[in-house]
């Protein structure tokens, strides 16, 4: 397609107006990345390890499933209360107006006239449950809903460690991405250089030069494009931590990353996931709890006993016998009580409380379905890395020795620009997809770790073990 670009010669960019237009390009570029100022600290020398204890103190998501998860441990002592005695105490205050008269009969102690005075009372009571069913099946329920709590943590802590290790690794892939571009950019310059020279002596077609350039131009962008995208995912990795990292430590070229992909055993893995994934145990909780919203709901059948003390105290400061009185009582019973007709209420909420068992039902079926067929993706993805890499790495080895030989060829003249011009461009793809291959090669084996509820701060240090400080001047 580049050589079909029909440009009039009056137009072509002469040498000194190519050399000023990646001037002003790459000085653009300076100056944008010049402009941005860091909004954290910044920190140099920096592994995996580090990164991750900084994202455990400085994440806000994880900070806000911490404090969600000591909300909702706060259900538990809520239901437990209703177990323990409950005490109140009351106090009255009146002003009483009373009359009497007599109405018939003639006994002398009758007393009739209206007198007003004050009174006061006030009391104690301690009543406790004996017998509630539907008290012990709302402590049974925020039990189960504690520990879908600490689930949801736990899932938020492994999705921290996986976010973390991404970020990590995108930085990496990112930087290896820009020295690839940066690279293709000084390959790219300096075949346009030679067909530059041979253009003005006449040894170069005017589609040659025209097609140096227009790759030196593209490779260009693409390095515009390299340093964008790695400032853009440090932006991301400094969303988690906090801080800025001014060098990471870096993944060798020579590391051999299908390692992380032996003993995987694909009978095991499944069962594993199955008992062990943590959507699905918390699931699993859920249809537990819809359960247990059922009992609640079926005990507004049953009798409730409770055992009552009430202590009173009661003060008429007058009356109209004239004399001030003070009463004290003390009263302990057994109160059972028996619902007889709610008027359909307890039925409608065991019916629906029922509805919504069966659609809790439901949803452990899919997602029990979501996460078996997340796993079996996953591990397929594992299955065929090593042939990918090996496949890729080939690519790489192949594309290396071809554009060496049509480099060679070109000198001799049996090779043409062109023919330079795309194995450069497909040695700076291949280049491309091979780092890729290896970053997502590990971030893969972390997601299995994770799917089967195993992803722990141990399995980020066994990939630290690979990394070595970043080379200088990076």
């Not at 095991?268 to 994934?277: A, D, G, M, Q, R």
Request: aromatic letters at 6%; proline letters at 3%; glycine letters at 6%.
């Amino acid at each position: 397609m580049l050589g079909a670009i029909n440009v009039d010669i009056k137009i072509m960019p002469t040498k000194l107006e190519i050399r000023f237009i990646s001037c002003m390009l790459a000085l653009s570029s300076a100056s944008a990345f010049a402009q941005v100022e860091p909004i954290a600290s910044i920190e140099a020398g920096s592994d995996l390890v580090e990164i991750l204890s900084d994202a455990r103190a400085n994440d806000p998501t994880y900070q806000a499933s911490k404090l969600r998860l000591d909300a909702d441990l706060e259900g538990l002592p809520e239901a437990r209360s209703s177990l323990f005695p409950q005490i109140s105490a009351n106090v009255i205050g009146n002003d009483i107006d009373e009359s009497a008269s007599v109405t018939g009969g003639n006994n002398p102690f009758l007393v009739q006239g209206n007198v007003m005075y004050t009174a006061h009372s006030y009391g104690l009571q301690l009543r406790q449950v004996i017998f509630s069913p539907a008290i012990f099946s709302q402590v049974r329920r925020a039990q189960i809903e504690a520990e879908i709590a600490n689930a949801g943590l736990e899932i938020a802590n492994q999705d921290l460690l996986l976010r973390a290790a991404r970020g990590y690794f995108e930085v990496l892939l990112a930087n290896d991405n820009l020295d690839l571009a940066s690279a293709n950019l000084k390959s790219s310059e300096e075949q346009y250089r030679q067909i530059e020279s041979r253009y003005e002596v006449g040894l170069a077609t005017r589609a040659d030069f025209q097609q140096a350039l227009a790759r030196w131009q593209t490779a260009i962008a693409d390095d515009i494009v390299a340093r964008n995208s790695m400032q853009s995912i440090e932006r991301i990795l400094e969303v988690i931590t906090d801080t800025r990292y001014s060098n990471l430590a870096d993944l060798p070229d020579d590391t051999d990353v299908s390692l992380v992909l032996a003993g995987i055993d694909r009978t095991s893995w499944i069962k594993l996931v199955e008992e062990n994934n943590l959507s699905l145990y918390q699931q699993q909780l859920r249809l537990e709890v819809a359960g247990r919203s059922v009992d609640i709901e079926k005990a507004g059948h049953y009798p409730t006993l409770d055992a009552v003390i009430d202590y009173g105290t009661r003060v008429n400061n007058g009356g109209l016998f004239g004399a001030a009185t003070r009463n004290q009582t003390t009263n302990a019973s057994l109160q059972l009580s028996i619902p007889i007709f709610t008027g359909g209420r307890v039925q409608s909420r065991i019916r629906s409380a029922n509805y919504e068992f069966e659609a809790v039902r439901q949803d452990l079926s899919f997602t029990h379905s979501q996460v078996m067929t997340d796993a079996e993706n996953l591990l397929d993805q594992l299955s065929s890395q090593i042939q990918i890499i090996e496949a890729l790495s080939k690519a790489v080895e192949a594309n290396e020795l071809a554009l060496e030989a049509k480099q060679e060829g070109f000198k001799a003249g049996i090779e043409t620009n062109l023919n330079v011009l795309d194995a450069q461009r497909d040695l700076f793809q291949a280049s491309l997809n091979y780092n890729r291959a290896r970053y997502d090669t590990l971030i893969l084996r972390l997601q299995l770790e994770q799917i089967a509820g195993n992803l722990s701060d141990m399995h980020l240090g066994q990939l630290n073990v690979m990394l070595v400080p970043p080379p200088s001047g990076r």
